[in-house]
């Protein structure tokens, strides 16, 4: 997810170096259009007056959300404007992502310029989408576009 908005910030930054993006449920803007425009409003005094939010994690440590993780991504925005990339574009999206919504790579191909993009979704897959039939999927579209560039 945040994997897929530094590819892109990457391929904006460095055009003549990134060829190709494959992205894996991504989330660009995701820390205002899908954390901040759904936080409820004791979250979002919480990072403005103390500086950091902690939300339970189900791995390990709870996770931290900062203020400057929330003003560096508003400095980052990509959705809101088309974005300029040329190139061939994969998505991959599972249906059962429970952090990255499926309907918002839609979001991602509307604003992408590419005319060579392929959207797909994993009906089953999670956000991880580390299942054996998830990554040999992703392997294979990395392999046809290696060959492709």
Known sequence: SMGG?????AARARPESVKA???VNPAPDFTEKLMWANWP???KNNILTKGVHFEPSEYDEPYEYRRTLIEDGRAHQLLDAPFDFSG?????QGGK???VPADYSRRIVDVITSDD???S?????????SRIEDLEAMTRVLAEL???L
């Open 146 to 148: 290696c060959q492709k």
């Open 41 to 43: 409003e004791e979250i």
């Open 21 to 23: 993006l494959l992205l």
């Open 88 to 92: 061939p574009v994969r998505i991959f």
């Open 5 to 9: 908005w530094s590819s892109m910030l």
């Open 121 to 129: 979704l994993i009906k089953s897959g999670d956000h991880s989408l």
């Open 97 to 99: 992502d429970d952090v």
């Open 117 to 119: 993009i392929i959207c």
